[in-house]
């Protein structure tokens, strides 16, 4: 099991996010949310406050509550308000009414589901308790994932704010998905996740924690500095539509699927992002530290992107590229008809280091083959390159140390087919593209 005190406390708790300009912003009256009772609905309340006090206003939920917010609800239009998470908030614990109303809310859908909770406004911070035990969002997720029960599951929230903050907060048990972003100028610090069941581990199916996401962000310059997950999906998501992100000093542990870029460019869409930092993360007994995935025949761009300074510690692949991902539970690869894929440009991967683990995959191994098997994957393997011919261009890697379990660097190998390159690349890449032994090259004009 996992605890709130392993929080990494890598960054300062941020503040309030003021408007900008040199006028004295207006002061903020205090409006604490009435708690319905411990075994009361206390949506009610919570959305009349929200109502009442959505502009220059500091939102109280007092310790020691957890207040049950047993409806979806939208928190719209606020304007430089404060959300002081003091105490708890929590989902039913029941996941037929969990589904029936995730299935009847009006709240607006993010990429993969439909949030629980949707914050809506400019300047607005969403200030956790940092004490262990508050500034929490509890799911109850546990159930869910010991049926295996994937049926109307609920994101927890969204944050579509422009200008604005979260801190401290933690998310505990999440059915899924945790947080979407899709906002502007973002700043969120020392998040934690525990989504790692009590009675399972990485390789079994059994009670597995499928998309648990720590975070997707769709939106524009997002900066997460400080983060402490254990989940089994993505701990940062970067979507269609993000610029400018920066994910730092963080620790992601149980089954993480990765630092990723996409998914992208799914059933033909033309879908964009640019500008990503990812730096000084520990990925322990992830599927993947640093991943890019787009779908056949896929459409867009993916450009200036950056994996800087990453350990990984028994992880099934350190570093996975693929421009060609399909459903492989409904089928083998299907013909890319368009001639056409979500093109990449300026990926890095600087200084990573570690370890992999005995197992290429983990407990989400639901179908035959595999979602993520690789033909001549053996658990070798730091770097597989799954390229569209001549789509993906400078693409550089620099001080790649990562070696198999219980194996010697000089056994570590590759999945690389030099004919998807693109013209000029291998002279640029940073390590001979094969299928075979892992040999570092010069970088040609790099110094």
């Known amino acids: 099991m996992v605890h709130v005190t392993q929080l990494l406390l890598v960054a300062t708790a941020v503040g309030t996010v003021a408007a900008g300009g040199s006028s004295k912003p207006p002061k903020k009256k205090t409006c604490k949310v009435p708690y319905a009772g411990k075994n009361k609905d206390s949506s009610p309340g919570i959305l009349d406050t929200f109502t009442k006090c959505s502009s220059n206003a500091i939102i109280e939920f007092e310790e020691p509550y957890t207040y049950h917010a047993w409806t979806p609800m939208s928190w719209l239009n606020l304007s430089n308000v404060d959300i002081q998470l003091n105490g708890n908030l929590d989902l ?68 579509n704010v422009s200008t604005g903050s979260i801190s401290n907060i933690k998310v505990i048990k999440p059915v899924a998905w945790g947080f979407n972003i899709p906002g502007t100028n973002v ?32 939106g524009q310059n997002i900066t997460l500095d400080g983060y402490y997950g254990h989940n089994g999906d993505d701990c940062v998501s970067v979507v269609n539509g993000a610029r400018n992100i920066v994910a730092k000093n963080g620790y992601c542990g149980f089954s993480s699927h990765g630092l990723s870029i996409g998914s992208l460019g799914r059933n033909g869409a033309v879908h964009t992002v640019a500008n990503v930092l990812f730096e000084n993360w520990t990925m322990e007994g992830a599927v993947y530290a640093a991943r890019f995935k787009s779908w056949t025949g896929g459409q867009g761009w993916a450009k200036n992107v950056t994996w800087r300074n990453i350990k990984a510690l028994n992880v099934s692949t350190a570093i996975f590229i693929t421009q060609n991902y399909y459903d492989q539970d409904k089928g083998p690869r299907p013909n890319n008809t368009s001639g056409t894929s979500t093109a990449i440009d300026n990926l890095n991967f600087e200084n990573f280091e570690g370890s992999l683990g005995p197992n290429w995959t983990d407990g989400t191994c639901i179908s035959n083959p595999c979602w993520n098997y690789v033909q001549g994957g053996d658990s070798t393997q730091s770097i597989i390159m799954d390229l569209y011919p001549g789509t993906a261009t400078n693409l550089h890697f620099k001080n790649i140390k990562v070696h198999p379990y219980k194996k010697p660097y000089s056994a570590t190998t590759v999945i690389c087919d030099p004919a998807a390159l693109a013209p000029g690349e291998q002279d640029t890449l940073g390590f001979k593209c094969q299928r075979g032994p892992y040999v570092a090259t010069k970088i040609k004009g790099s110094h």
């Open 92 to 159: 039913p614990n029941d996941i037929a009414t969990v589904q029936q109303k995730i299935n009847s809310t009006s709240n607006q859908p993010s990429t993969y589901a439909t949030p629980w909770f949707y914050i809506h406004g400019s300047n607005v911070n969403l200030i956790g308790s940092k004490k262990k035990n508050y500034g929490q969002f509890q799911g109850h997720g546990q159930q869910w994932w010991d049926i295996g029960q994937r049926i109307l599951r609920p994101q927890l929230a969204t944050f």
């Open 187 to 218: 700043k969120v610090s020392n998040h934690f996740v525990d989504a790692a069941p009590n009675n399972g581990t990485r390789d079994q199916t059994t009670s597995f924690p499928f998309n648990t996401d720590g975070f997707n962000m769709s």
